[in-house]
């Protein structure tokens, strides 16, 4: 037998360094613009999906709860039927807020006295 025997005549064990510095990096910038493209793909959609959840839609329920808020913020005086924390009815006497600001500022000024 001969001492140099190669299974494959003319063929290195060992990669060059060149193509692997090569093919290693052009694989990492291709890792880069991939991640880069699904992070952007990624917050674009989430924007998207803010705006139609957040942004565009009125909501009708909304509108109404706002507006019957509003009536009853700015409404007449007038008695309601309401529900306390244990669960049983109070009759109270419902005010609108700017008569109510006026009692507690006067409040405030004659304990000032």
Not at 20 to 49: C, E, H, P, R
Not at 69 to 93: H, I
Request: hydrophobic letters at 45%.
């Amino acid at each position: 037998m001969t001492e140099g025997f190669e299974h494959n005549p003319g063929d290195h064990e060992d990669p060059r360094a060149g193509i692997t510095w090569f093919i290693g990096s052009v694989g990492m910038m291709m890792l880069a613009v991939t991640m880069l493209a699904v992070w952007a793909l990624y917050y674009n959609v989430k924007a998207d999906q803010v705006e139609t959840a957040v942004v565009l839609p009125i909501r009708e329920d909304v509108v109404e709860l706002q507006r019957r808020q509003a009536a009853m913020l700015a409404g007449s005086p007038r008695w309601m039927d309401l529900v306390d924390a244990q669960g049983q009815p109070v009759r109270t006497y419902v005010i609108p807020i700017e008569r109510a600001m006026q009692i507690v500022v006067q409040e405030a000024n004659d304990g000032r006295r």
